[in-house]
Each structure stands twice: as C-alpha cells, then as structure tokens.
C-alpha cells in the first residue's frame, strides 16, 4: 500500500490487490455482524414500527454476548446497568445501522478503487466513514484475539492463525495512522 496523502480536498492512496480484498472483506464482516442490530424491532403496530424505524429507536436491553459486538456497542455508563440498559433500548439500534453504513460505504470505495486499477481516492464523508469503520475492524479483531490495549504482548503459545490476525490488527493500525497522518497534512 502506498500510505495516505492528501490532494486538495481528497485523500488518497493506492492499495495492491489483496490489500483492497482483506480490507473490503474484514469491513463487510463488520456489515454482516452488526446488520441484525441495525433493523427496526418487530412491532405489531404499523404506526409505532414507522415511528421505530424513522427516528432509529431501538435496542435490546442487555450487552450482547458476543465480545466483538460488546466491544462495537459497549455499555454508555459503565457504573450504572440500569441506565446503560435504558440507553442501549433507544441507541443500539442507530449506532449499529450508522457503524453498517460506513462499512459498505468503505466497501463501495474499494470495488471503486479496485476498477481504477486500485487507486482510492477519499472525500470528507468516505474518510470519516473509513476512520471509524478501521477502528471497528481493529476493535473486532481485538475481542477475538483477547487484546486489552494495544502493544499488549502476544501469548507465548498464540497459534499461527491468532499471530497472523494479529499482524493484520498492526497492519491495520499503520493503515489509520498514514489516514489521520494525510488529514493532518
């Protein structure tokens, strides 16, 4: 990959091949786990479902157990499970629709990039769209992989499957680094 640069009012850069595929499907993987929590609740009135579904209202009333979810969608007040439930029942349900948007928008920036011969080329919103879904991406691979913050040492007996997603999580951070880098430019 060639790092981020800035050109005017765009961001870009040129991603070889596998690069655009990796990131195109950690972040439709990121899509496809938080789709199910971005649809409006089942609601037997017509006039309340619409009322759901047109001001993103919505939410279950517990943590997910699913560590990469709990890691997307924490809980808003960690000291006070009552009012973390009352606000995970009217947010979950936006924030995972928002947090699924920006991954297929990401997606479509790379089958775009990919029929430019792999040139990306980024405006405000797909950069900001980027931004947060790498952090998704890099926040999912660390709940599957035990990481608690970054630079925590691998375990001794990590197998190779867990050290290759893991120099997939270092690439990643380099990955945001040169896009916060471009946007500073």
Request: hydrophobic share 50%; charged share 25%.
């Amino acid at each position: 990959m060639i790092p981020f640069t800035r050109s005017g009012d765009l961001i870009i850069a040129s991603l070889a091949q596998p690069e655009s595929a990796l990131i195109s499907s950690l972040a439709a993987q990121i899509a496809d786990l938080l789709e199910p929590l971005a649809a409006p609740p089942l609601i037997d009135d017509p006039d309340a479902a619409a009322l759901y579904a047109a001001t993103g209202i919505g939410g279950s009333a517990a943590i997910d157990a699913d560590s990469a979810i709990a890691r997307l969608l924490p809980d808003a007040y960690g000291g006070d499970a009552e009012a973390s439930r009352e606000f995970r029942g009217l947010t979950e349900m936006s924030l995972a629709s928002r947090k699924v948007a920006n991954a297929r928008l990401v997606v479509e920036t790379l089958e775009t990039a990919d029929a430019a011969g792999g040139e990306l080329s980024l405006d405000t919103v797909a950069t900001q769209a980027w931004l947060r879904t790498l952090a998704d991406i890099r926040l999912t691979i660390a709940a599957r992989l035990g990481i608690e913050i970054d630079g925590q040492p691998e375990p001794d007996d990590a197998a190779d499957a867990e050290l290759a997603l893991r120099d997939v999580y270092d690439w990643l951070a380099w990955v945001t680094e040169t896009l916060l880098d471009a946007l500073e430019d």
